[in-house]
């Protein structure tokens, strides 16, 4: 693992209430975060405030987050686990 202090801290915030979560988010930022722009980067640090419960829901499909930065990044995330 990488010794950049903000990365720590976001694979530490990765680690969520479920398996499948930690492993959604912890996949994103160890296949995505380091080519992701520093917008995108801003966006999942953000994104990580959010609850389990709404961000399952946004990565099962059964609603949408209001952000289109976040949207985008769900996205991402679904089209990598064909969810």
Same mark, same amino acid.
């Given at each position: 693992?990488?010794?950049?202090?903000?990365?720590?801290?976001?694979?530490?915030?990765?680690?969520?209430?479920?398996?499948?979560?930690?492993?959604?988010?912890?996949?994103?930022?160890?296949? !995505?975060?380091?080519?992701?722009?520093? +917008? +995108? =980067? /801003?966006?999942? *640090?953000?994104?990580?405030?959010? =609850?389990?419960?709404?961000?399952?829901?946004?990565?099962?499909?059964? +609603?949408?987050?209001?952000?289109?930065?976040? /949207?985008?990044?769900?996205? *991402?995330? !679904?089209? !990598?686990? !064909?969810?």
């Amino acid at each position: 693992m990488s010794d950049d202090p903000r990365l720590r801290r976001l694979r530490w915030r990765c680690r969520r209430g479920t398996r499948e979560l930690d492993a959604l988010f912890g996949g994103w930022l160890d296949e !995505r975060y380091a080519t992701a722009g520093e +917008a +995108a =980067q /801003q966006a999942f *640090d953000a994104l990580l405030d959010v =609850q389990d419960p709404e961000l399952w829901d946004w990565v099962m499909g059964h +609603a949408r987050p209001t952000r289109a930065d976040w /949207q985008a990044i769900i996205d *991402d995330i !679904r089209a !990598r686990h !064909r969810l």
